[in-house]
């Protein structure tokens, strides 16, 4: 069965981590859009966009629809003529859509893929939660908890307006009343699998939860971290099938 030709992509500054294309050929193939592509497309910077834009349906044609990832997922918000109430809510994107006007609409899929993804594993102990990092991932997931009646607090470089403790700040004490732990940075995303933000790992135990919005690699040095303290352990990768599901509902609403 061959359906009308559809065109998608992520829009990122630096993809070379990516699943995604696999993710939606594998879609593709088994939905019958044998037609359909998903392509990367790496842009310096988000004052291009509009340019940009033109340029690519211009040589390759009309996109239905991009992902948004670091660093953009909050820069595009004044490229966009229109917000879905969950993108409004979050403050930040990572899915959009042109309208018939010739502007693009923003949309949030990374909260309700982050909960889908997060549910069941959660139990009563999990009342509390630090959320790592501040951009369009953490916002997302600060959304999602909050609406589950999760506490939640923020650990970040710089200050914020939300609740929130500088890393040189965090104590191992915080840490142990905080058994939800959910890191929201690209620290430690191929290919500096090495890398880990600063934390009091000893604070962490067995009944802690931790989970590293980052699947590749599958396993990040955040998450060896906490598996040694005995700590249950997740990353991105079902997180990230949900939101892409939910984005190419949206798509093809």
């Known amino acids: 069965m061959t359906l009308d030709p559809i065109r998608l992509g992520l829009l990122g500054q630096s993809l070379s981590h990516s699943h995604s294309p696999a993710l939606f050929a594998e879609k593709f193939k088994r939905e019958g859009w044998e037609s359909a592509r998903y392509s990367l497309f790496e842009l310096d910077g988000i004052a291009q ?5 033109k340029t690519v349906e211009d040589q390759q044609g009309a996109l239905a629809g991009l992902n948004v990832t670091v660093p953009y997922k909050e820069s595009i918000l004044p490229y966009l003529s229109a917000l879905t109430p969950e993108a409004q809510a979050i403050g930040a994107v990572n899915a959009i859509k042109p309208l018939s006007d010739g502007t693009w609409m923003g949309h949030n899929t990374d909260s309700v893929g982050f909960l889908n993804s997060i549910r069941p594993f959660l139990r009563s102990e999990h009342e509390r939660a630090l959320i790592i990092g501040n951009g369009g991932a953490a916002k997302a997931v600060r959304h999602g908890l909050l609406g589950l009646g999760i506490q939640v607090a923020h650990v970040t470089r710089r200050e914020v307006n939300w609740q929130a403790v500088r890393f040189d700040e965090l104590s191992a004490e915080a840490v142990k009343h905080h058994k939800l732990i959910v890191h929201c940075t690209p620290v430690g995303t191929y290919p500096n699998t090495n890398e880990c933000v600063p934390f009091p790992w000893q604070g962490v ?3 802690h939860l931790v989970v590293d919005l980052i699947y590749n690699p599958a ?11 005995g700590a249950e352990t997740m990353n991105g990768k079902d997180m990230l099938h949900a939101q892409a599901e939910a984005a190419w509902r949206w798509w093809r609403s």
């Open 49 to 53: 966009f509009e340019e940009w834009i």
């Open 205 to 207: 135990t067995p009944k």
């Open 219 to 229: 396993e990040t040095q955040f998450l060896r971290e906490a598996r040694k303290m």
